[in-house]
């Protein structure tokens, strides 16, 4: 088979949650948007239920709707964009929270639980310095100023979101912490369970902690959790080895040209499927603990690795491009990128298979 496999280890997935629940005194929830990190929200939800985990964060409805197929009914599944009017049905069907990040947000919380005579469960999401998503102080205290303010809602979370949890030492973290806690301590909303921190936010320490965290990127083996077990292995088959005489070109461009006879294998797999085009310099694969740097640029379905003195390279053979030797923040690195880009570029095209042990 001429597939790249990408393999999942979903006990490493549990263990990771598990040590990070581990490091805080309150609930610990998971982030499983973007269809978990591109691994599959559906193997990775019910993997995380059998931890314990019974809040479950996404970006959008559809995600939520599609994981509540996955999970089943009971545990809460936060929606971090909100509620929008396309997105009541799936809200209604799916059991959904959605975070409120505006004014009128929750002026549609309130219409749908009038229009249907019914408790809609929602949270807050506030800007406590980031400037994306969530109530500023002013609006959150315009907006809960009417004593019908959340007439016909049950508020279950207030949270916020770090901008610089992954630098400890970066002065931001403090004061996004001393203006949630102040923004979050509206009468209102006091007495309603709190949470700032996601996987960076965990390893602040007990300050950025308040009643929930909920990690992410640490569940699925990338930074700043250094010490999570590696969760992805993607391999690919030796396609084609040719011998490459001093001076001939490898690839698009002619962006490699040998400087001595090189032996070069071609693999099936590319920018396509989330190789991104810039590794083509810094890149290499492992095979039987030889290092085989890239030759040539990767292209749309291959790429091009050097296996000259490998004496395992052959047709057939399986090259690992990432796992515990080369980890998604060692790819990440070698494309100016981040661990998060390349977990949520793994393409379609790979023979996915999911470890559970």
Known sequence: MARASLTIDLAAIRANWRALDAMTECETGAVVKAD???????????????????????????????????????????????????????????????????PAQLLEAKRVSAKFDAPLTVGFQLDSGMNRLGFEADELADALAPSDALSGLEVTLVMSHLACADEPDHMMNAAQASAFSAIAAHPVLNSTPKSLAATGGVLL?????????????????????ADARPVVTLEAPILQIRDVAAGEIVGYGAAYEAASPRRIATLPVGYADGLARRLSAGFAGRLDGM???????????????????????????????????????????????????????????????????
């Open 205 to 225: 320490g007990p300050a950025y902690h308040f009643d929930m965290t909920r990690p992410g990127i640490g569940l699925y083996g990338g930074l700043p959790f």
């Open 291 to 357: 290092t085989l740097p890239s030759a040539g640029r990767v292209s749309m379905d291959l790429v091009t690795l050097d296996v000259t003195g490998c004496a395992t390279a052959r047709e057939g053979a399986m090259v690992t491009l990432l796992g515990a030797d080369q980890t998604i923040d060692d790819l990440a690195d070698s494309a100016g990128a981040i661990g998060y880009e390349v977990l949520t570029s793994l393409g379609s095209r790979y023979a996915r298979r999911y470890r559970d042990a």
């Open 36 to 102: 978990a990190y591109g691994l599959g929200a559906d193997q990775v939800g019910p993997t995380l239920l059998k931890v314990g985990v019974r809040n479950f964060f996404v970006a959008l409805a559809e995600e939520g709707a599609a994981l509540r197929a996955a999970i089943g009914p009971g545990p809460r599944i936060f929606v971090f964009s909100g509620l929008m009017p396309e997105d009541v049905g799936l809200v209604r069907a799916a059991a959904l929270v959605p975070l409120l990040n505006t």
